[in-house]
T-cell receptor, first 118, second 113 residues
Framework: EPEVTQTPSHQVTQMGQEVILRCVPISNHLYFYWYRQILGQKVEFLVSFYNNEISEKSEIFDDQFSVERPDGSNFTLKIRSTKLEDSAMYFC????????????????FGPGTRLLVL | QKEVEQNSGPLSVPEGAIASLNCTYSDRGSQSFFWYRQYSGKSPELIMFIYSNGDKEDGRFTAQLNKASQYVSLLIRDSQPSDSATYLCAVNKWVSGNTPLVFGKGTRLSVIA
């Protein structure tokens, strides 16, 4: 069964360093997302992406964050200058639209990257 | 303002019993409703979704939706110890593709053997 993959599974970095988190969405999906989950808290939306453009971003997704689809398969999240509070689990998701008239959308999550900023 | 609320639990049920998980949401424009299961340290795994009022069954799972009451529930029949996890309710205001999910904090379920 196709699945979303993410690399690395764990990343430890120093405050102020840049990190790039990588995702390979499910191949026939068109819509992509990044979410994050701080330990013990809820899953929070960061950004959605379609057709090589950001569709929507949350308040969390400030100028330190960027997303890119550098080729036909990878989808990346870059944090330019990491802060302590960026420590979290980062999930990539991709989705398919179902129904003949596009009645809905189902998102499937990758295994996540655990980012620890020291 | 919290948009999706769930009782954090833990909800403890004996093996073989029915587990009932509840979720309320504040945005009346919400269209689609999802239940994800999340084991500790793992990613959310989709269990099922519902978008019409009423019940939807999938194996041991039944989702129930009442849009007038802004209430979604998940019933797990014949609960097994392997069902012990955190169950996340998520909603979105489906209009077209690329609609973000809004998650609740989750309910921790513990099935006692």
């Amino acid at each position: 069964e196709p699945e979303v993959t993410q690399t690395p599974s764990h990343q430890v970095t120093q405050m102020g360093q840049e990190v790039i988190l990588r995702c390979v969405p499910i191949s026939n999906h068109l819509y992509f997302y990044w979410y994050r989950q701080i330990l013990g808290q809820k899953v929070e939306f960061l950004v959605s992406f379609y057709n090589n453009e950001i569709s929507e971003k949350s308040e969390i997704f400030d100028d330190q964050f960027s997303v890119e689809r550098p080729d036909g398969s990878n989808f990346t999240l870059k944090i330019r200058s990491t802060k302590l509070e960026d420590s979290a689990m980062y999930f990539c998701a991709s989705s398919e639209v179902w129904g003949l008239a596009g009645e809905g959308e189902t998102q499937y999550f990758g295994p996540g990257t655990r980012l620890l900023v020291l | 303002q919290k948009e999706v609320e769930q009782n954090s639990g833990p909800l403890s049920v004996p093996e073989g019993a029915i587990a009932s998980l509840n979720c309320t949401y504040s945005d009346r424009g919400s269209q689609s409703f999802f239940w994800y299961r999340q084991y500790s340290g793992k990613s959310p795994e989709l269990i099922m979704f519902i978008y019409s009022n009423g019940d939807k069954e999938d194996g041991r799972f039944t989702a129930q939706l009442n849009k007038a009451s802004q209430y979604v529930s998940l019933l797990i029949r014949d609960s097994q110890p392997s069902d012990s996890a955190t169950y996340l309710c998520a909603v979105n205001k489906w209009v077209s593709g690329n609609t973000p999910l809004v998650f609740g904090k989750g309910t921790r379920l513990s099935v006692i053997a």
